[in-house]
């Protein structure tokens, strides 16, 4: 039985047939193949099964059984985690957070039977410290202790595997009080927001997103993206798969913390992956976009 595996493992050293050759079959570049054999490795297609397709190969390569790039757990007693925090451009300003609009006494049964996504939003700002309430109450660090021979390790309110909070949140402060129009990284351990960019940018998010020209109107819109080097130390290539389970969580943790807040909000997925991590200044491969969380004061309040 011939394999994908078999296809792609054994091609180049079929009599005649070169790694150049085969990658410009292919329309690769030679150090691309080893990734491509990567990729491949372990699947078995057998002659009645359907074709494989692009989730058939990602999902058995990130499967745990096949994943052996992770840490040894002796190398982990003596690791540090990467940095937290992205390292931004020095000499950006920042803007402290002010004391977080604190969450009503709404039941999480409430909150969980109230969430939804809404697009429509009130004419006037979002005052700075609801902003700050829901970056603290879903993505802040609320607590630190010893991990990772780090004798202060910040324990975030949004969990993550292994606790290494690869999601970084952006916002795009259209219409917020206090809050210069522009593009603001949120420091959690700060708890501040750095200037990442300046301006109007309305028309530069609603041109990321795809069929969502409303975006044009939040008030607000939060960028989610992920930092892969913060948990790929790690876990390896399962990682990617990880680091997405920590983006749904994060997710729900903002859409219950908006609601509890009177927030209309609505999460975005489609949307260009260029124009985003340009918009970013993000590479779009080891740093990503990978959400858009619009919210705002719900229309007819």
Not at 204 to 215: M, P, Q, R, S
Request: glycine share 8%; with cysteine; charged share 20%.
């Amino acid at each position: 039985m011939t394999t994908a595996t078999d296809t792609a493992a054994t091609a180049p050293e079929r009599p005649g047939v070169t790694d150049e050759q085969l990658a410009q079959a292919l329309g690769l570049r030679v150090c691309d193949l080893p990734a491509l054999r990567g990729l491949t490795a372990r699947v078995a297609a057998g002659p009645d099964d359907p074709p494989l397709n692009p989730r058939d190969l990602l999902h058995r390569r990130l499967r745990a059984a096949v994943c052996d790039d992770m840490i040894d757990p002796r190398e982990l007693q003596a690791a540090r985690p990467r940095p937290a925090e992205p390292e931004l451009p020095a000499g950006l300003p920042s803007v402290p957070l002010p004391e977080p609009e604190p969450l009503p006494g709404i039941t999480l049964a409430d909150a969980i039977e109230q969430r939804h996504s809404s697009t429509m939003y009130a004419p006037g700002p979002l005052p700075l410290p609801t902003l700050a309430g829901l970056l603290e109450g879903a993505a802040g660090i609320r607590d630190r202790r010893p991990g990772y021979n780090v004798r202060d390790f910040p324990v975030r309110r949004a969990p993550s595997a292994g606790g290494l909070a690869p999601v970084d949140v952006y916002v795009v402060a259209n219409d917020v009080s206090g809050l210069d129009q522009g593009l603001y990284y949120y420091r959690p351990s700060g708890p501040e927001l750095t200037a990442v960019d300046s301006g109007n940018m309305r028309g530069k998010v609603a041109e990321a997103g795809i069929a969502a020209d409303w975006l044009f109107h939040a008030p607000a819109v939060l960028v989610l993206t992920l930092d892969m080097a913060r948990v790929e130390w790690k876990y390896g290539v399962r990682s990617y798969r990880f680091a997405h389970v920590d983006l749904g969580v994060m997710t729900q943790n903002l859409y219950l913390v908006a609601t509890g807040l009177g927030l209309g909000c609505c999460a975005v997925a489609a949307f260009d992956d260029d124009t985003a991590n340009d918009l970013l200044r993000l590479d779009g491969r080891d740093r990503f976009v990978s959400l858009m969380f619009a919210c705002g004061p719900p229309a007819g309040r």
